[in-house]
DNA sequence: ATGGTGGTCCTACCA
């Protein structure tokens, strides 16, 4: 069978929701992870996601900020939500989508703080957190159970960590998601964990391949000045399955559009 | 060196 993830920060799943349908109808993912849903449980949009096929739903949000959910066409038998760094902010849902043959495949959905403006840990605490939950995420992944078995981790990790996968690696360099101290942790979580970076596994360096793309550009398209927030990860058993991977860049230009495009990765299992 | 845009929810805060 085909198992298609889709990754996507969504900047306000309800604000959003015709734009969804046009990603899901584009991609027809069976599971689609969401970032930035700025909404409360409660409050979730069920009635129009199920419309759209995802009988099965996990929503982990808070008002106004941050917030991921998964969407799934197929039953998710385990769950789980964490909080990091002892803060109430969600930013992280998991869970474990059937196969047809007994042999589960857990999804990590993560949201990474984006960790403002300033690169100095000392002036910016927000930029001090960042990588501290980075770090934390090492910590959590170097735990073998993390990545073993049929494991696929998604997000918007808010760090770019190759040359190509921002528009000037020396410019950006000094710019918060491309820092060397950003994407020195970035691959010390993958290397901590085994994981493999399936969008990378099919479109390797050096192809530029962005996700984001500043709201503030009068033409995003023609100044492309994007970076590569958005991953999707598979543990080491998953690698031989990755089928294809892609974005949808399209999904930029969709009014009212979010400033991140669509990641899919197709696996065959 | 600066400002540029967008979402949430009412005044700034966050991205």
Redesign the pocket.
């Known amino acids: 069978m085909a198992l298609t993830i889709v990754t996507w920060n969504v900047?306000?799943v309800?604000?959003r929701l015709d734009v969804l349908a046009r990603v899901v109808e584009r991609l027809r993912p069976d599971v689609l992870c969401l970032q930035e849903t700025?909404v409360v449980d409660d409050l979730f949009p069920h009635l129009a996601t199920a419309a759209l096929g995802f009988e099965h739903r996990l929503a982990h949000g808070m008002?106004?900020?941050n917030g991921v959910a998964i969407l799934s066409r197929r039953p998710l038998l385990r769950t789980g939500t964490r909080h990091w760094l002892d803060r109430a902010d969600c930013r992280h849902a998991y869970a474990e989508i059937a196969d047809d043959d007994g042999c589960p495949v857990i999804v990590h959905n993560l949201y990474v703080?984006?960790g403002?403006d300033d690169p100095d840990p000392q002036r910016n605490p927000?930029f001090a957190h960042k990588l501290r939950f980075l770090d934390a995420m090492a910590d959590w992944s170097r735990d073998g159970a993390v990545a073993s078995g049929r494991a696929v981790l998604v997000g918007d990790l808010?760090v770019a960590p190759l040359p190509t996968d921002v528009w000037d690696h020396q410019r950006l360099s000094r710019v918060v998601t491309h820092t060397p101290a950003e994407v020195s942790r970035l691959t010390g979580i993958m290397a901590a964990g085994g994981w493999v970076d399936a969008v990378r596994r099919m479109h390797p360096e050096p192809a530029k391949v962005f996700t984001w793309w500043s709201?503030?550009a009068a033409d995003w398209r023609a100044a492309d000045k994007g970076r590569r927030l958005d991953h999707i990860w598979v543990s080491p058993d998953l690698v031989p399955r990755v089928r294809a991977a892609d974005v949808l860049l399209d999904a930029r230009d969709w009014a009212?559009a979010s400033d991140h495009a669509p990641v899919r990765v197709v696996l065959g299992i």
């Open positions: 900047n306000s309800r604000f700025k008002k106004g900020y703080p984006a403002g927000k808010n709201y503030r009212p």
